[in-house]
Every structure is written in structure tokens, then in C-alpha cells.
């Protein structure tokens, strides 16, 4: 069974700090792709990075960075310098790359940054 | 600018009257979808559809059904609302491939007296 654990239901952070939302799954596949995407008050979610389960490298991208570790199936995303405009709900998922319609999302992390 | 839209942000409807949930794309994607929202639970899976008239059972499929006519188009229907579906649906749109992001649109926030 896939399952996608998103422990930390709600985060509350000063403007600058540095945070960590954690995203922890479980599956059987060895073939598998992980998504965050934010949904901001707005409420459309919005795609932020992919991974593929053979891909571990760490990713940065501007204040964004994504720690993927298959050992600990694990994949955490940290914001660094924490803006006010990165208040939204985060969502972690995972899609079996042998099903298109199995895809799996974890309850949320809400986020809120504090001026 | 790639958009998913929904036919209506905030929907109020009577238990057991027939709803209907518009989502239109306009990237020509093969795959669409339709999820509920509630807090807590994240995102789940009520239908699929891989390509116009191919649809598969997701995980919340009991109450709702789907039609998909047209490649753009993908319908969610209520046949019978009940308070239990008050809810916010998300339609996505996705090119065909598993490792491709999805697209959503705004949601519809519907309540069911």
C-alpha cells in the first residue's frame, strides 16, 4: 500500500527564519515519482519540483531546497529566509510510475509566516 | 497562459438535487481529475479519466460519477447531493505521462443544506 505522511499539520515561523516541512511515504515500487506542490490562499495548487525514485540528488532552487533520501523515505522540502509571501499549504505527493491514476497526497502542511 | 478552469467558486445546493462540476483545459492533455479536499485528509481521488470517454474509479468514487465527451472538458456529477459532499473539489489536467506535473484550477467550494 502507497501512503504519504505529512506529520506536521500546521508550522508558525518569524519572516526570515529558516523551516522544514517534512514528507515521509511508503510504497512498494521501486519505479515512483514524488511531487510538492502550494496551495496559496488562493486556493489553485501550483507544481514546485519532481523527483524520480532513482534520482537523489538534493535540489536547490532560490530559497527552495529538497532533501530526497530513499533510505529513510524521506522528502523533506526547507525554505531558507522564510517570506510572508510563502504562506500556503504544502502538499507532498507520490505517483507510482505504474499506475497514472495512483497518486497519493499527504494531508498538508500549513505554513504560516509571521511579519 | 496555461489555465484549468471551474465552472463556479462557491456552489450551495439542496440535499438530493443532481449537481454538476465543469472543468475545462486548455493544454490538450490526455489525463484529467477530480478531487475532494477536506481538512486534514488532503487531496483524494474521486475519478480519472486517461482520454475522452475513459474514465477509472479513484479512491472516493461512491456518489459521484463523470463524463468526459471532449478532450477539454471533464465532468463531476453529484446524482444526488448529500450533506456529506460538502466539500472543495480540484479538477487537474496532466500530459499523458506519470512523471508530469498536474495543473489545477481554482476549486469549487460546495455546500450541501
Known amino acids: 500500500a502507497q501512503k504519504v505522511t505529512q506529520a506536521q499539520t500546521e508550522i508558525s515561523v518569524v519572516e526570515k527564519e529558516d523551516v522544514t516541512l517534512d514528507c515521509v511515504y511508503e510504497?512498494?515500487?521501486?519505479?515512483?515519482?514524488l511531487f510538492w506542490y502550494k496551495q496559496p490562499p488562493s486556493g489553485e495548487l501550483v507544481f514546485l519540483i519532481r523527483?524520480?525514485?532513482?534520482?537523489?540528488q538534493n535540489e536547490i532552487s532560490g530559497r527552495y531546497s529538497w532533501n530526497f533520501q530513499k533510505s529513510t523515505s524521506s522528502f523533506n522540502f526547507t525554505i531558507t529566509a522564510s517570506q510572508v509571501v510563502d504562506s500556503a499549504v504544502y502538499f507532498c505527493a507520490l505517483n507510482r510510475y505504474s499506475s497514472a491514476s495512483k497518486i497519493i497526497f499527504g494531508s498538508g502542511t500549513r505554513l504560516s509566516i509571521r511579519p | 497562459d496555461v489555465k484549468v478552469t471551474q465552472s463556479s467558486r462557491y456552489l450551495v445546493k439542496r440535499t438530493g438535487e443532481k449537481v454538476f462540476l465543469e472543468c475545462v483545459q486548455d493544454?490538450?492533455?490526455?489525463?484529467m481529475f477530480w478531487y475532494r479536499q477536506d481538512p486534514g485528509l488532503g487531496l483524494r481521488l474521486i475519478y480519472f479519466s486517461y482520454d475522452v470517454k475513459m474514465k477509472e474509479k479513484g479512491d472516493i468514487p461512491e456518489g459521484y460519477s463523470v463524463s468526459r465527451e471532449k478532450k477539454e472538458r471533464f465532468s463531476l456529477i453529484l446524482e444526488s447531493a448529500s450533506t456529506n459532499q460538502t466539500s472543495m473539489y480540484l479538477c487537474a489536467s496532466r500530459f499523458r505521462q506519470v512523471l508530469n506535473e498536474q495543473f489545477f484550477g481554482p476549486g469549487t467550494r460546495l455546500t450541501v443544506l
Open positions: 510504497t512498494r515500487d521501486t519505479t515512483y515519482y
Open positions: 523527483r524520480n525514485s532513482f534520482d537523489e
Open positions: 493544454m490538450d492533455h490526455e489525463n
